[in-house]
């Protein structure tokens, strides 16, 4: 805020849904850039630094991943209930979520203990909570729920960028300056991130110093707590109610207090969540497999290995927008089913380069092809499922909403994100363990049939249960989309 309360200097372009996006986007890529630099570092600093032996550093590994996915779970909804508690702003804990990353880079840099990489670990992990939550919370205030699909589409392709080449960078850097050209990086770029979020003025922010004529051009009164937009809904201008959506009066102090986990009744929100579940979980079990199959079945070492990632994350990179497009334009169903049952196709079809048929007729090139080929066309999949989760969680919620006003303050967006976070960071840990071990035990062709029949599951809950158009309304009658 200016001297006397006149506007912030640039508020125009602060304050603009591109540069907040962007803001938010570059949130999350240094969140997960960070998290994959220290990938291919962790191993040397336990054995050269920590002098753990050679048989603890997998299991030290694991459990540090572990303290990470449990600090992300517990400070996903923490975070989304204190920003729609303290909802005046959500600049504060956006910048307190920066504060725990750079307090984990720095242990990260100076622990010379199991234990203060642990804390290290679960900093990172409750600072990748906060940024998720928060900051898909400020995008959906930006540019509305209409416009969600192709933003998050974006989000997600321009993050994949980071998980592809963060270990690649990290293993280079270490090779060529040690730990001093890792942790200087990582510092570096959250002073970027500090820089983009102080900059930032929120949309409800700006919209304080708009002037009355501006106001009454730009927007309509809807009776409620929440500022309209150009991106605000139609639906929130209307005097439509959902007689379905309506809840009773909570009855217990735990629904009184978190009123959205009586939401929790809808199997469109339940199949919403599931959905961001399996995302995760396909995410997770790629990351655990891929570089496995190509040291044993090709014999590639970690930087061949991680190329191995270039068509899986390059497809959901250059086509992530454009299904996000789709999902705004056509809805989450089709998106969804269409992902799911491409996927089924995709992990069956993952088989082939390790089928001992096919390993005797191809040669190792031709392999290798293949494997990429198929990498990629997984990728697409990837792409097409990346929105629909959000979406439709936060359609279903907005109708929940407007039916309900009485018992919400405004709308829980941050906690319903918040626990999103918390089931994706669930997925992550989920799917390398369930992939690792159906690998072992049925092998690598048979741990993606399992999968696929997981997906098909998937397709089918999607098609029943989301992106359902018609609404019940105070008359009773249907209002088409």
Same mark, same amino acid.
């Given at each position: 805020?200016?001297?006397?309360?006149?506007?912030?200097?640039?508020?125009?372009?602060?304050?603009?849904?591109?540069?907040?996006?962007?803001?938010?986007?570059?949130?999350?890529?240094?969140? *997960?850039?960070?998290?994959? *630099?220290?990938? &291919?570092?962790? &191993?040397?600093?336990?054995?050269?630094?920590?002098?753990?032996?050679?048989?603890?550093?997998?299991?030290?590994?694991?459990?540090?991943?572990?303290?990470?996915?449990?600090?992300?779970?517990?400070?996903?909804?923490?975070?989304?209930? *204190? #920003?729609?508690?303290?909802?005046?702003?959500?600049? *504060?804990?956006?910048?307190?979520?920066?504060?725990?990353?750079? =307090?984990?880079?720095?242990?990260?840099?100076?622990?010379?203990?199991?234990?203060?990489?642990?804390?290290?670990?679960?900093?990172?992990?409750? /600072? !990748? !909570?906060?940024?998720?939550?928060?900051?898909?919370?400020?995008?959906?205030?930006?540019?509305?729920?209409? @416009?969600?699909?192709?933003?998050?589409?974006?989000? +997600?392709?321009?993050?994949?960028?980071?998980?592809?080449?963060?270990?690649?960078?990290?293993?280079?850097?270490?090779?060529?300056?040690?730990?001093?050209?890792?942790?200087?990086?990582?510092?570096? =770029?959250?002073?970027?991130?500090?820089?983009?979020?102080?900059?930032?003025?929120?949309?409800?922010?700006?919209?304080?110093?708009?002037?009355?004529?501006?106001?009454?051009?730009?927007?309509? &009164?809807?009776?409620?707590?929440?500022?309209?937009?150009?991106?605000?809904?139609?639906?929130?201008?209307?005097?439509?109610?959902?007689?379905?959506?309506?809840?009773?009066?909570?009855?217990?102090?735990?629904?009184?207090?978190?009123?959205?986990?009586?939401? +929790?009744?809808?199997?469109?929100?339940?199949?919403?969540?599931?959905? !961001? +579940?399996?995302?995760?979980?396909?995410?997770?079990? +790629?990351?655990?497999t891929v570089p496995l199959v190509a040291s044993k079945q090709f014999g590639f070492d970690s930087l061949k290995a991680g190329l191995l990632f270039l068509p899986l994350g390059g497809a959901d990179f250059l086509l992530g927008p454009v299904f996000g497009w789709c999902v705004d334009r056509y809805g989450?169903?089709?998106?969804?089913?269409?992902?799911?049952?491409?996927?089924?196709? #995709?992990?069956?079809?993952?088989?082939?380069?390790?089928? &001992?048929?096919?390993? /005797?007729?191809?040669?190792?090139?031709?392999?290798?092809?293949?494997?990429?080929?198929?990498?990629?066309?997984?990728?697409?999949?990837?792409?097409?499922?990346?929105?629909?989760?959000?979406?439709?969680? !936060?359609?279903?919620?907005?109708?929940?909403?407007?039916? @309900?006003?009485?018992?919400?303050?405004?709308?829980?967006?941050?906690?319903?994100?918040?626990?999103?976070?918390?089931v994706w960071s669930g997925g992550l840990t989920v799917g390398p363990l369930l992939a690792g071990a159906l690998r072992e035990k049925i092998g690598y062709g048979n741990m993606n049939a399992v999968l696929a029949s997981i997906c098909a599951f998937t397709a089918i809950l999607a098609a029943l249960f989301?992106?359902?158009?018609?609404?019940?309304?105070?008359?009773?009658?249907?209002?088409?989309?």
């Amino acid at each position: 805020m200016g001297i006397d309360g006149s506007p912030p200097r640039g508020l125009k372009w602060r304050s603009h849904p591109l540069f907040i996006v962007f803001t938010v986007g570059m949130g999350a890529f240094v969140d *997960l850039f960070l998290y994959g *630099l220290i990938v &291919p570092v962790l &191993p040397f600093l336990l054995k050269d630094r920590i002098n753990i032996p050679d048989s603890q550093i997998q299991s030290t590994i694991s459990n540090l991943l572990a303290v990470y996915a449990a600090a992300s779970c517990a400070a996903s909804p923490i975070a989304g209930i *204190l #920003a729609d508690t303290f909802s005046s702003s959500r600049k *504060l804990p956006f910048l307190l979520g920066l504060f725990l990353l750079l =307090l984990s880079t720095i242990l990260f840099a100076l622990g010379r203990s199991v234990a203060v990489l642990a804390i290290a670990r679960f900093a990172q992990g409750a /600072s !990748g !909570g906060v940024v998720w939550t928060i900051g898909i919370a400020i995008v959906i205030e930006t540019v509305g729920q209409e @416009n969600l699909g192709k933003t998050m589409g974006t989000i +997600f392709s321009f993050i994949s960028v980071a998980g592809l080449f963060s270990p690649i960078v990290g293993g280079v850097l270490y090779a060529k300056s040690g730990y001093k050209g890792v942790f200087g990086v990582g510092i570096g =770029l959250v002073g970027i991130d500090f820089i983009l979020r102080v900059l930032m003025v929120e949309k409800k922010i700006a919209q304080r110093y708009a002037s009355p004529q501006l106001q009454t051009s730009d927007s309509q &009164p809807t009776g409620n707590q929440e500022d309209t937009t150009e991106q605000t809904p139609l639906l929130a201008n209307s005097s439509i109610t959902f007689d379905r959506y309506r809840l009773p009066k909570p009855g217990n102090r735990f629904t009184r207090t978190l009123p959205i986990l009586m939401l +929790f009744r809808h199997t469109g929100l339940l199949t919403a969540i599931w959905i !961001g +579940f399996m995302q995760a979980l396909l995410l997770g079990s +790629f990351d655990a497999t891929v570089p496995l199959v190509a040291s044993k079945q090709f014999g590639f070492d970690s930087l061949k290995a991680g190329l191995l990632f270039l068509p899986l994350g390059g497809a959901d990179f250059l086509l992530g927008p454009v299904f996000g497009w789709c999902v705004d334009r056509y809805g989450t169903k089709p998106a969804s089913v269409l992902g799911f049952t491409w996927l089924v196709i #995709a992990l069956v079809l993952l088989r082939l380069p390790t089928e &001992p048929s096919i390993v /005797s007729t191809l040669d190792t090139g031709h392999l290798i092809a293949l494997y990429v080929c198929l990498l990629a066309i997984s990728g697409v999949g990837l792409a097409i499922i990346n929105s629909p989760s959000i979406v439709e969680a !936060g359609n279903v919620v907005e109708k929940y909403y407007r039916a @309900n006003e009485d018992l919400f303050d405004q709308a829980p967006y941050a906690q319903l994100y918040g626990i999103n976070s918390m089931v994706w960071s669930g997925g992550l840990t989920v799917g390398p363990l369930l992939a690792g071990a159906l690998r072992e035990k049925i092998g690598y062709g048979n741990m993606n049939a399992v999968l696929a029949s997981i997906c098909a599951f998937t397709a089918i809950l999607a098609a029943l249960f989301i992106g359902r158009k018609e609404e019940d309304i105070d008359s009773g009658s249907v209002v088409e989309n």
